[in-house]
């Protein structure tokens, strides 16, 4: 049975909605699932006064964890087209393991949320996805066997980098049921790698 860490950051909690549906997503393929996130790092009176969602039930992670997981899937909205400095700063300790090769040849996979349907959405994912190819990961993103991403009737995010949501200016739109859909066919095929490379 693969293990699978969804390892993610969420200011309003669009991210964690998201990383739910992955972590559904891996356990509906028969993996072993933890979804963890990472500290956060801006001081609680400027999480407070920025309405931050501070109550998220997922336990906080530790560097060391990330080498206990066949597959790490990294969720982390955009700022200003990259990871926001909570994820980064999580990664940036990850030296140790970069150096001792702890994770090559690993699953490793990205989502992300943005404001609006062209706010950065791949470029934000490339960042995570940057990280996860100089720690020797084999990544797997959201391809066209999730159709949903090809549809036009709707607003939606998705992309073939990974599952994506777009949250309006505002923060006011939450995930919808086609993004939730891909981000649940995405776990899935993390979890499907991760069995065939490690099973």
Not at 50 to 76: M, R, T, W
Not at 131 to 139: A, P, Y
Not at 174 to 196: F, I
Request: no cysteine; proline share 4%; net charge negative.
């Amino acid at each position: 049975m693969a293990k699978v860490l969804v390892l993610y950051y969420s200011s309003y909690g669009h991210i964690e909605t998201m990383a739910s549906a992955i972590a559904d997503g891996a356990r509906a393929a028969g993996a072993e699932v933890d979804v963890k996130r990472v500290p956060e790092t801006a001081p609680l009176e400027v999480a407070r006064n920025a309405h931050f969602k501070l109550d998220q039930s997922a336990p906080e992670a530790k560097v060391a964890d990330l080498e206990n997981y066949d597959a790490i899937v990294i969720g982390a909205p955009t700022r200003f087209g990259r990871m926001p400095s909570q994820m980064a700063a999580f990664l940036d300790q990850a030296g140790g393991l970069w150096a001792r090769g702890a994770l090559n040849g690993k699953v490793g996979a990205a989502f992300t949320s943005t404001a609006s349907q062209h706010g950065g959405q791949e470029v934000t994912l490339f960042s995570i996805i940057t990280n996860l190819l100089h720690f020797g990961m084999t990544i797997v993103g959201l391809p066209y066997s999730f159709q949903g991403q090809l549809k036009l009737d709707q607003v939606t995010g998705g992309s073939p980098y990974g599952a994506t949501t777009i949250a309006a200016g505002d923060g006011s739109r939450q995930p919808s049921a086609n993004e939730l859909d891909g981000a649940r066919h995405q776990g899935e095929l993390v979890a499907k790698t991760a069995a065939k490379l490690f099973g």
